[in-house]
């Protein structure tokens, strides 16, 4: 007899909701985490009495019902609602394009107007077939919008001229011709109110949980302690990288404390020019409206990702996508091991999707 029924291998959402479900039905669970915290990238931690989301912002929103309901349980949500703002050289502009960001840009008032504007600069830019992404965006928006907040941007994110970069990576723009700036088109969005770092350990509660334990240089001993394992780490670092390494794409944060109550009075502020280094300025108060007498405003970079970097957003092209379907091939032959979550199967999920996927794996394995 094991001692645990499960070792579940990472605190994130992924691991915590599994953990959560396991323990409901009557299993014991060791939560192990290499970081000296829980909540995996959604941890948010205290500073000067804001929640601040330390591996990036992150902003609750789904249109399914059910997780929904689930994540009211551990916490409660407010109203947040993501409304970003375009500065372009000291010029700032609502996200996404809507109404009030065609009326800055050309001083049109009527959905028609935008709207005939917009057509008018696709047709003068005379694109049939793009073949490149500012090709392609010209196509879809005009060129003012391109210029002003894609360009710069995206070519910040990616760290190429839009020239260089495949038309496929933008295939719709989404264009409102109202005076809707809800980034999301989600039933339900909000921040968990006390920080997401406070919602994971809800969800823990009852789990034996270890700290700065790293399960891979310490496989055996943690292996001989439970019966099965959950592993939502780096599925290439499972396998000691011998098929190679599956790349990332990182971004880099500088985060500050600000001796004053008030920085940018937006939760985002997105910087759409070349100039510029950060793509993004974050003021996490505005994620709780914050009162607190200081603000911590975290500005973003685009790196290119090495090994041994924090790992963020999977790169999907053909060469990537054949690794991991290799890795796969092993891990579907490792006995008593699930693997899960955004590092075991490489793949971008949003918070909503990555515990819809938690709860279905914990309903086909636990039912085992
Ligand atoms: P993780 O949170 O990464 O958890 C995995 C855990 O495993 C980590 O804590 C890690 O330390 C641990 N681990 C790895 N290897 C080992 C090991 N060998 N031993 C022990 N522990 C190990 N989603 C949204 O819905 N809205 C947003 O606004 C949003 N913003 C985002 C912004 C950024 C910059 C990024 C990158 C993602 C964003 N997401 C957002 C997605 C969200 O972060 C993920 O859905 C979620 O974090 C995935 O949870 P997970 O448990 O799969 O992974």
Same mark, same amino acid.
């Given at each position: ?8 291998? /990472? ?17 014991? =669970? ?8 829980? &909540? ?38 407010? $109203?947040? @609602? +993501?409304?970003?703002? &375009? ?10 394009? +809507?109404?009030?960001? !065609? ?21 003068? &830019? ?25 360009? /710069? ?8 001229? =839009?020239?260089?970069?495949?038309? !496929?990576?933008?295939? $719709?723009?989404?264009?409102?011709? @109202?005076?809707? +700036? ?27 949980? $270890? ?27 499972? !396998? ?12 880099? !944060? ?35 409206? /914050? ?26 092209? #053909? ?6 379907? &290799? ?14 979550? $955004?590092? /075991? ?14 709860? #279905? ?8």
């Amino acid at each position: 007899m094991k001692k645990y029924d499960y070792l579940i291998v /990472g605190a994130g959402l992924y691991g915590a909701v599994f953990a959560h479900e396991a323990m409901k039905h009557g299993k014991s =669970c060791l939560v192990i985490d290499k970081r000296p915290n829980i &909540a995996g990238n959604v941890y948010t931690e205290e500073m000067e009495g804001i929640n601040v989301h330390v591996y990036g912002a992150h902003i609750f929103h789904t249109n399914n019902r059910e997780v929904w309901d689930y994540v009211n349980q551990f916490a409660e949500f407010n $109203r947040f @609602t +993501n409304s970003p703002v &375009a500065n372009y050289h000291g010029e700032l502009y609502s996200l996404p394009f +809507n109404m009030y960001t !065609f009326n800055k840009m050309w001083g049109v008032v009527t959905p028609e107007e935008a709207a005939a504007k917009i057509e008018e600069q696709r047709k003068a &830019a005379g694109i049939t077939e793009p073949k490149n992404l500012e090709e392609q965006a010209i196509s879809l928006v005009g060129t003012d919008i391109y210029e002003k907040l894609i360009k /710069g941007y995206t070519e910040k994110q990616w760290g190429r001229p =839009c020239t260089e970069l495949p038309s !496929f990576i933008i295939k $719709r723009l989404p264009v409102r011709l @109202t005076f809707d +700036n809800n980034y999301f088109n989600a039933l339900y969005q909000g921040i968990p109110m006390g920080g997401y770092t406070k919602m994971v350990a809800n969800m823990l509660d009852g789990a034996e949980v $270890r700290l700065n334990v790293d399960y891979l240089q310490h496989k055996d001993e943690l292996d001989a302690l439970a019966s099965k394992v959950l592993y939502t780490g780096p599925i290439d670092a499972y !396998f000691d990288y011998k098929l190679g390494n599956l790349e990332y794409r990182s971004v880099r !944060f500088e985060t500050e404390v600000l001796d004053k109550p008030n920085f940018q009075g937006n939760a985002a502020v997105n910087y759409t020019d070349r100039e510029t280094p950060w793509t993004r300025i974050i003021e996490h108060k505005w994620f709780e409206f /914050g009162a607190q007498p200081k603000t911590v405003i975290s500005r973003e970079y685009s790196s290119e990702w090495k090994p041994g970097d924090e790992p963020y957003y999977p790169v999907n092209d #053909e060469k990537n996508g054949k690794l991991y379907a &290799a890795y796969k091939e092993l891990a579907d032959d490792e006995q008593n091991v699930i693997f899960g979550g $955004r590092l /075991g199967e490489y793949k971008y999920y949003d918070m909503d999707a990555v515990i819809a996927a938690a709860l #279905e794996s914990a309903k086909t394995n636990l039912a085992k």
